[in-house]
């Protein structure tokens, strides 16, 4: 399978199944796409007849050989060869956690997925004690894997700042024993950041992700208080002074994490806003809603957002290696190796190898199936976990869906979120339209973006 397109002046063919991209000139584009897998040594002569107005005869049939000869090296139509890594994929040790630390927040986000921190429940903190079995839970699930990750998350976890303590606390003394390390990361919404928090922060987070949608008048409606007052004034002098004391500490990774809606389809402009206020680590991503919702994208827009991707993919390429360059994290891929073989085809690893737990300990397969009552796996009392649910997860891989499976963008989408999936089209199995549109022109940017800044 291949999958060509132009894109910033570039004729850029991916062949899916080896990884391999190629920048071509337009007869090797034209040509490429009057071509399948069935190639013969000999260039047909119909390809002389196509091809013979503004061509030599020479000039056909040369890059006809090309075409041949990048097939012959298994680039160019090469075969698939995941299928069978597809039909032996087991069940793996549990190795990431979310950990809902606060089912609370400060914040009354209109497109909150999480309810504004209710979760379709009820507003509740996690005990020390539930936070310390959750952490027996990763452990003892985890097997003989060394590194485990796990995320304070909410609602907005600094509403419980002492319980996160806690739970640090408690993993890192149990590392020695289990022969495990602890990996922690964080994300918050910035109002009760303050210097002791930043301080534990840097210390002990090995990445922070910090909410922010972007500029102020973009991000005040979107996320205000609870008593309506914009966030953005109160959040941006305690992110500068975050990450600027992150720099020279042990651990230097961040992200600042917006969405953009239909408010703000010109979510470059949030990107290089945020890029002017010093954050070079950024993330904008679309918000996945339901279509009824004022602030939904739906397939209207599709066209706008596109062009902005393209803008902004051409931004990116303009100021790669300048002092203004920067990291947008859904244009980042791997073109030299790619992820491993089990990520390319079963992507975030939901329900499998990530669980997220909530503050009455109740286990769900990831933060966005969480108050979805018929998709509890476990406790983490009776350090329960349902086995034949993580089969199901483990094995629903890009080969398992069957629009992902004849799709170009398969290996980095891996198989697009299990969550949006479930709660827009019913089932895990069903990849959500316009997530899959929106990833595909995502994936095409990224690789124009590496193809130019080789
Ligand atoms: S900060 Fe997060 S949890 Fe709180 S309302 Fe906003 S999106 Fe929801
Ligand atoms: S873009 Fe959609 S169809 Fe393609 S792999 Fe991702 S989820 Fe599947
Ligand atoms: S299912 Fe979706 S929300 Fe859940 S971890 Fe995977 S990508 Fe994230």
Redesign the pocket.
Known sequence: MIHQYKLNGYNIVLDVNSGAVHIVDDLFYDMLGCLDEQLTEKCPDWLFQRFEQGHTRQEIEETYQEIFTLHKADQLFSSDDYDKFAKMMVPSPVKAMCLHIAHDCNLRCKYCFADSGEYMGHRELMSAEIGKAAIDYLIKYSYGRHNLEVDFFGGEPLMNFDVVKEVVKYARSLEKEHDKLFRFTITTNGILLNDDKIDFINREMSNVVLSIDGRKEVNDPMRPHVDGRGSYASIIPKFQRLVEKRRNGQFDQYYVRGTFTKFNKDFANDVLHLNSLGFDQISVEPVVADPSAPYALTEQDLPEVFAEYERLADIMVKRAGTKEDFNFFHFMIDLDQGPCAIKRLRGCGCGNEYVAVTPSGDVYPCHQFVGHTDWKMGDVFSQSLDFERKKQFASAT?YG?K??KN?W??FY????CNANSMQYCGDILK?FQL??EL??KRVECAIMIKAATL
């Open positions: 890009v869906k629009e992902c799709c963008a398969k989408c891996s198989g697009g990849p997530s899959c990833e595909k």
